[in-house]
């Protein structure tokens, strides 16, 4: 018989508390007011301190002249062509609409933001999807500028870019990147919005900066939630979890079930091999009881997932409503979103997949309203809107009305 003690009761479950430190806030901060007052020379002593490299500007190259193997270089074409797919199908559904009527027309219609900037962090491994899932959107949106900045010049990354659509790289990484897509560094002017994830400081400092630059989703340790029956592949789960758990320390899977023979099944395999014990012990796998399919449903609303599998064919994808990403099924492993399969990877963590979106062609738009009021609607509207102002006592609102009725 497993031991059932690293089995938990859902209804008492909440997700770890990862909020970022105040004093982290304060180190970032103090390394922005150097740049802010530093320039270009305060960009470069950063970088010499923190990277030991003098940043700069690296031509690209059409994809195809890097040298990566064949098998990679296909499927790195064959990745992109699939999430720009996506991306024209989300551009096809944001028509312009207006409607005309007595008094004029009203309407509102989309308009990319100018300049981007994707931050694709270093590390251990060159992060390719990243550079895809930041750089394909923009382009379909129709920014004009995308600027990608990385510590990393591994050939992958550059062909990556390349193939993306950067139209500049810059060698340069963590909070001095950021600050440089902010405020423009050397030839570089700055971008209105930084998108991509990265490290402590690179999160921080997109928090930091963001009265100059939109940002994209705060972007914290990964998490999967997998709602599962008893009838679910358990090879199959296992894998899914022990691969979200790679990401980061921080990183979390999720396993929640009614059916309790099932989970000790899933926990006995875990407690069987070293690695995927010590996740269990480190609560970056967690497996959960629920009373049945309602609780189930019910902690997922509540939990709100950064990638939700859904493995129980017991429950109608409807009744979930709050993920980053919806995975249907368990042929639909998370890694096939994290790489290949369309809809992008970048999504909200911590439980903000309630009232925000992941990254997609929207999140490069800006929505612009506008109206042209005729002479029946400028007399119309003055008697609807010359009250509100005299009740607000804006007496020059009301004569802008009054002076046209
Ligand atoms: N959520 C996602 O989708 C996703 C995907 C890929 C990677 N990531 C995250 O990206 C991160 C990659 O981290 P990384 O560190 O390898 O690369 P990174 O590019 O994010 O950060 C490296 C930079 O951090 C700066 N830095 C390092 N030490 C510093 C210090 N003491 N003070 C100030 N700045 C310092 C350096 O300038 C360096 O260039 C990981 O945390 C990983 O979880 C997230
Ligand atoms: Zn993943």
């Known amino acids: 018989m497993a031991d059932k003690s690293y089995i938990e009761c859902a209804s008492n479950w909440k997700r770890p508390n990862l909020t970022q430190s105040p004093e982290l806030f304060q180190q970032v901060a103090k390394l922005l007011k ?11 002593n950063l970088s010499k301190r923190f990277d030991g490299f003098q940043p700069r500007k690296i031509e690209l190259r059409p994809y195809r002249d890097y040298e990566l193997e064949p098998q990679l270089l296909n ?44 931050y694709i962090p270093g590390g251990r491994f060159p992060l390719i999807s990243t550079a895809l899932m930041t750089l394909i959107p923009a382009r379909v949106a129709g ?6 900045c990385s510590p990393s010049v591994h050939p992958a990354i550059l062909a990556a870019a390349s193939l993306a659509g950067a139209t500049e790289f810059w060698q340069i990484g963590g909070a001095q990147a950021v600050a440089a897509m902010a405020y423009g560094y050397q030839t570089m002017l700055p971008v209105q919005m930084v998108v991509g994830p990265g490290n402590q400081y690179v999160n921080v400092a997109k928090q930091l900066l963001q009265s100059r630059i939109k940002i994209d989703v705060a972007a914290g340790p990964s998490e999967l939630l997998i709602l599962a029956d008893s009838n679910a592949n358990q090879e199959w789960l296992i894998a899914d979890m022990a691969a979200q758990a790679e990401h980061d320390p921080q990183a979390q899977s999720v396993l929640v ?68 990403s919806l995975f249907i099924g368990q042929n639909s492993a998370v890694a096939f979103g994290d790489y290949c399969a369309g809809p ?33 609607g400028r007399i119309q509207l003055a008697e609807i809107g010359r009250p509100l102002a005299e009740a607000e006592q804006l007496v020059w609102h009301e004569r802008s009305m009054q002076v046209r009725s």
Request: contains cysteine.
């Open 34 to 44: 150097e740049i802010e007052t530093g320039g270009d020379l305060a960009i470069d």
């Open 75 to 118: 499927s790195i074409e064959q990745a992109a062509q699939r999430i720009e797919a996506f991306c024209q199908l989300q551009k096809g559904s944001l028509q312009p609409q207006q409607i005309e009527e007595a008094s004029g027309v009203f309407g509102f219609q989309y308009s990319p933001i100018e300049a981007i900037g994707a």
């Open 257 to 324: 079930s009614d059916d309790i023979a099932f989970l000790q099944s899933i926990g006995q395999q875990l407690t069987a091999n070293d690695e995927l014990n010590n996740l269990l012990k480190g609560e970056q796998i967690v497996l959960l009881q629920a009373n049945d399919c309602e609780a189930m449903i019910r902690f997922s609303n509540r939990y709100a997932p950064e990638h939700l599998l859904l493995a129980d064919e017991r429950i109608a994808s409807q009744s979930l409503k709050h993920y980053g």
């Open 344 to 376: 992008n990877h970048t999504l909200p963590t911590m439980g903000s997949a309630n009232r925000s979106s992941g990254l997609c062609v929207q999140s490069f738009m800006n929505i612009q309203s506008y109206q042209q009021i005729n002479d029946q």
């Open 143 to 148: 920014c004009q500028r995308r600027v990608a």
